[in-house]
């Protein structure tokens, strides 16, 4: 990502993040904190060179709560947990947000769309 990336990273970071927030997805340990946050996002670029992520959605909010799909565009095909996507991946997030929807407390990102129940 390299010195001034991390810092605009962080600069983005400081707007909607606290010391105290948490991301987590399911390859990623639960992360705190800006520099922590900013430390997963250097991974993420490192790890999937190319890479894109789009947001396929607008956030939906209630209460102090949020979501918002995204789609993981990679040059090269990607498998997670054991399970081949090809060069796509679909996700959501599930947001935390601090009372008055002032800052983000907790991000859970989940990978995949939403399995139908079965017959």
């Known amino acids: 990502m390299g010195a001034p990336a991390r810092e605009a990273a962080l600069s983005h970071l400081r707007e909607c993040w606290t010391r105290d927030s948490v991301y987590t997805d399911p390859i990623t ?19 999937w060179v ?10 939906d909010v209630h209460s102090t709560f949020g979501r918002f799909s ?4 990679l040059p090269a095909p990607v498998e997670v947990d054991g399970i081949r996507y090809g060069t ?5 997030d599930f947001i935390e947000f601090t009372p008055g929807l002032e800052r983000i407390a907790r991000i859970v990102g989940f990978f995949g769309p939403m399995v139908p129940i079965g017959p």
């Open 88 to 92: 796509t991946l679909e996700g959501f």
């Open 29 to 47: 340990p639960p992360t705190n904190g800006l520099e922590g946050l900013a430390d997963a996002i250097e991974r993420f670029h490192d790890r």
């Open 70 to 73: 995204w789609l993981l565009t």
């Open 50 to 59: 190319g890479g894109v992520l789009l947001h396929t959605s607008q956030v």
